[in-house]
């Protein structure tokens, strides 16, 4: 992404209502999938750092990004060392090491997403989890893809293919961001017929601040929904990944 696109999430990331509203929501779904406090965690592509400081409350976190521009910037926040890496290579840490992997919108800039994931499920020892969310369905592809450079969007066949295809096991796949899904399909489709979908520009905007908190209070709401079930469609995919045991997985 060009360097402008990076210091704008900089800037609102800590209070933009996606952002703030899926921290909440990774907030309560992540410790059921770590087996104690001191698990070792890693986020691939943590970017400008938006989830470093809840993943680091979390367990002991490190951090790998490819853009320097935005590894520069999550460095700067001081919570945890940001290694220079990417998938399917270099990845700067031992295999085997992780209980928890994240990859948060992530895997949508990765050209060979089959590779990225096998080489990702080497980091995790045994019993660890991949935790992946990606942006849902082609037919919402808008400029806010094209500035961020996405090579795709997925639907939850689409992620469970392709993790499977990695020899992967799926524990859970489904969508969230449900509840905005009318607004923003609605948004995207008008966005369409404009001819704008191509164009340059990203959705990283704060809103005035009264529709930033009633943007975020209602996508956060879905925190008490999703550690029980995920929703049958929404603007994002989630899955929770584990290996096969004994399985060995496929070169990258």
């Known amino acids: 992404m060009r360097p402008e696109v990076y210091r704008e999430m900089a800037a609102v990331q800590a209070s933009h209502w996606w952002f703030a509203a899926r921290r909440r929501i990774l907030a309560r779904l992540i410790p ?12 691939i592509g943590c970017g400008t750092g938006a989830n470093l400081a ?34 399917p290579a270099p990845v700067p840490f031992d295999d085997g090491r992780f209980a ?6 992530v895997l949508e800039h990765i050209a060979d997403d089959r590779a990225a994931l096998a080489r990702a499920a080497r980091l995790l020892a045994p019993g660890g989890r991949l935790l992946v969310t990606v942006p849902a369905y082609r037919w919402l592809w808008s400029a806010h893809d ?21 020899g ?18 609605l948004a995207r489709l008008a966005q369409r017929l404009r001819g704008a ?45 584990e290996c096969e045991p004994g399985a060995a997985l496929p070169d990258t």
């Open 32 to 43: 059921p999938l770590l087996p104690d406090a001191q698990a070792e965690i890693l986020e």
């Open 54 to 87: 809840l993943l680091a409350g979390l367990g002991r976190l490190s951090a790998m990004e490819y853009e320097p521009e935005a590894a520069a910037l999550a460095r700067a926040l001081g919570v945890c060392p940001v290694q220079p890496g990417g998938l």
């Open 100 to 105: 928890l992997v994240c990859l948060l919108d």
């Open 146 to 166: 094209t500035a961020h450079q996405h090579h795709r969007r997925y639907t939850a066949a689409s992620l469970r293919g392709v993790a499977e295809a990695a």
């Open 168 to 185: 992967l096991r799926v524990q859970r796949i489904g969508h969230f961001n449900t509840l905005l899904f009318p607004l923003i399909a």
């Open 197 to 241: 979908a191509d164009a340059e520009g990203s959705d990283a905007r704060l809103p005035p601040a009264p529709l930033n908190q009633l943007l975020e209070a209602v996508f956060a709401s879905e925190r008490f929904v999703l550690p029980r079930v995920l929703l049958p469609f929404g603007v994002s995919v989630l899955a929770v990944l």
